[in-house]
């Protein structure tokens, strides 16, 4: 099961980082500045540590 788990994770931590990396990819031919992308860029990085900081949460039962 945890194995699982931990596949499932990882799968998502690779999509998710793929998925950044197009989705700033548009962004700069889009011709957004770099201080907006560079926003973006770290309301992304808060998410994912929120993600990472909930799994670790739920798997130690608190």
Known sequence: MNIILNVC???????AIITAYFWCDEMLKNGL???KLYIY???????????????GWRSHGI
Request: aromatic share 24%; glycine share 0%.
């Open 41 to 55: 860029a770290k309301a992304f990085l808060i998410f994912l540590i929120l993600i990472f900081v909930a799994n």
């Open 33 to 35: 500045s770099q201080k």
């Open 9 to 15: 994770k990882y799968f998502f931590i690779s999509a």
